[in-house]
């Protein structure tokens, strides 16, 4: 196989940094060009990629800006684009829902149907969410009744669904990975391990949702790029398949939050406040693997010691801005 072309959407995330990275570092590509709505950040969030050789970034919405996004693929002709770019996090999308559907469904959508006309476009993979399986009592497999829980994890269910639907009627080249609560250096912090890592630096309280007791599974974004390669890389026989991409076991935030407490050496008590549940907080996401473990030879390799270690050093080595930045 030829070097290929990667386009990374919603390049300028955390998550997407890493797929860039991990592809610059495995894939030989011939390039890989990351794209989002703003310019990169600085470089505790952006580690410095936009020094890479081979890799570009680019600031253009795929909501308002469809038509420079698509001048600018044609100018790339991608052979695999990796979608990231979303409006995130279920908690928040109650208020002006309708926001959710205009980018994750309806944006993505008439992308993808102009994608189509092209001919260098081999594969486009969408990155999904667990949310879509709900609050599960076992691990929830690609079968699993469909029961989001909020207008995001909604939004994000349709756009599969139309994936799909385009695969099997119009031969769309495409597959959807669902990964679990993902995390790494460079993620913004108002996530729970940035977030406990900064309240630990700066002395502020940690507010813990419901006491932390919902579980969540959660998995280094180096897997997740490693999962997506490996799906790159196994030819038609994966196409048009949807893969849940995750670790074996939940924990539940509370663990987490104690895990990460230990490794940056504070006390959890002390760091720590209770609060009430968010709305529409489900009490545990769990994904069942097997297929993509079975099909395409992935497993989980960062363990919860080596990542957090990560996290802590990378606090540690951008401290002043970090704790200079806002969680919000």
Known sequence: MSQRTYAVLGGGGSFGIHTAMFLLDHANPKRVVGIGRNPLRSEPFSLGIE????FEYRA???????????EYLDQVRP????????QGEGAVSWKHSWRFFETNSMALARLTEELMKRDYLDRFIQIGTSEMYGSVEHAANEDEPIKPSSPYAA???????????MHRFKGLRMNVVRPSNCYCPGQLLHRIIPKTIWCALTGNKLPLHGGGRAEKSYLHARDLADALLKLVESGDATMGKIYNVGPDKPTSIREVVERTAKAIGVDFSSLC????????QDSRYWLDSTRAKNELGWKQTTGWDEGLAEMVAWGQKYRDEITSTSTD
Not at 51 to 54: D, I
Not at 64 to 69: M, V
Not at 80 to 85: D, F, G, H, S
Not at 273 to 280: H, I, P
């Open 51 to 54: 020094r890479r050789e081979r």
């Open 60 to 70: 253009l919405h795929v909501t308002h800006e469809l038509d420079l996004l698509l």
């Open 79 to 86: 052979d695999v684009i990796i979608n990231y770019a979303a």
């Open 155 to 165: 939004s994000k269910v349709a756009f599969d669904m139309y994936l799909q639907s």
């Open 273 to 280: 406040e209770m609060t009430d549940d968010r709305l529409g």
